[in-house]
């Protein structure tokens, strides 16, 4: 088992990641947590497919394991599932002594996170993620949030888990689109933080090339996440790097209606418009956005887009959250692997759609 120590001021913790990590994880928590109740929070998917191994194993230590199962998706981290798992966690008797787990993809940890802060003002929680997204980066740092109608995680708070587990072998009944959307991520990882890793990246040749090795692109990307929030909990520094491609992929997800280009997908297009923006600049080495595209592309992402109102693209791009008055923060690449944020008027960001 592979374990990445998270140092924070307050609450550092463990990322432990192994394959076949799940049957063990009651012998794991047994190690540390001497409460009687646990309560799972997952959507009714991964609950199909995983809890029964998750339940079985925490039995094992004598728990009494109750479940909390939503929907699935995006409609999920909503005010009402939330209100929903505060009554729920009411219900199982669930106090300040017990745990949650947060058993599921990115939602559910968003969720189940902002629900184990809030509650009782605040309950210790798990999270042990099922997607790549969620293994490579939404389950480590803190953030925690629901949507409300103003926008995407507009209501939520910082709020640690004790640790994270994270069983690569879950991955193995995550559809190759779900895979292939975390793995954009994992690409903006590499691209911000780690040239060696990058490369490695790149020579990969396929999504099933990426599931061989998907072990060390989880840990490769679980170090970085740590790195950086060890050094920027509260996202006022270096943490931001980790918007990279955010900016422009919003402002497309937006564009879109959320309906032609998933999260990842969207952050893909994104690297790569900024990438030939700060290259035709002069900020970026040249070939650097040509790379970006060619890994998205071996892991079947998409790499060209069509925007034929560039003004309505830029208004969406302009509501980013690292948006100022009159100017906006970007991640911008020297080359791949070293990441910089800079400061730029809104009315510049046209030149990167030229
Ligand atoms: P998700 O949680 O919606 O999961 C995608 C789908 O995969 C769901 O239908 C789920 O049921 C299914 N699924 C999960 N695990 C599975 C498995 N092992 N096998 C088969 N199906 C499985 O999506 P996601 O991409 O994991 O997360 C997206 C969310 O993460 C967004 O809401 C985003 O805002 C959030 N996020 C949070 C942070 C953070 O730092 N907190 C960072 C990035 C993204």
Redesign the pocket.
């Known amino acids: 088992m592979s374990t990445i120590n998270l140092k924070l001021k307050e609450s550092s913790y463990n990322v432990y990641i192994e394959q076949g990590l799940l049957p063990n994880i009651g012998k794991l928590i047994s190690e540390w947590y001497k409460g009687e109740r646990i309560t799972i929070i997952t ?4 609950d199909k ?2 809890s029964n191994m998750l339940t079985a194993s925490l039995s094992r230590y004598a728990y009494y394991v109750s479940k909390i199962v939503i929907a ?3 409609k999920s ?1 909503s005010i009402e599932t939330l209100n929903y798992i505060y009554n729920s966690l009411a219900e199982h008797g669930i106090t300040r002594n017990n745990l949650i787990i947060a058993f ?7 969720v189940a ?1 902002f629900a184990a802060a809030t509650y009782m003002r605040g309950i210790p929680y798990v999270q042990v993620p ?2 790549v ?2 293994q490579l ?2 389950s480590i ?1 803190g ?3 629901i949507n409300i109608e103003a926008g ?2 507009l209501a939520g708070c910082f709020y640690q888990p004790k640790a994270v587990y994270i069983d690569t072998d ?2 193995q ?3 190759d689109k ?1 895979f292939s ?2 793995l954009s991520e994992a690409i903006k990882y590499g691209a911000i933080k780690d040239t060696e890793f990058f490369s490695r990246l790149l020579g990969m040749n396929s999504i099933q090339d990426a599931r061989e090795h998907i072990n060390d692109i989880i840990f490769n990307c679980a170090g970085i996440k740590c790195d950086v929030v060890g050094k920027d909990e509260y996202d006022t520094g270096e943490r931001m790097l980790l918007n990279f491609g955010h900016t422009f992929g919003h402002g497309i997800e937006r564009y879109y209606n959320f309906e032609k280009y998933s ?2 997908e969207a952050v893909g297009l994104g690297m790569i418009i900024i990438t030939r923006g700060s290259e035709a600049m002069g900020i970026t080495k040249t070939g650097t956005a040509d790379a970006i595209k060619e890994a998205l592309a071996k892991f079947g992402l998409p790499y060209t887009y069509s925007v034929i109102n560039k003004e309505k693209l830029l208004e969406f791009v302009k509501m980013d959250k690292k948006s100022e008055d009159g100017s906006i923060k970007l991640i911008l690449l020297k080359k791949p692997g070293h990441a910089f944020v800079d400061k730029i008027l809104k009315d510049d960001l046209i030149k990167f759609l030229q």
Not at 104 to 110: K, N, Q, R, T
């Open positions: 959507d009714s998917s991964v497919l995983h699935p998706g995006e981290k599921g993809g990115g939602v559910i940890g968003d996170g099922t997607t997204m969620s980066d939404s740092g953030k925690t949030a995407k995680n879950i991955l009944t995550l559809p779900l959307e975390g999260h990842g």
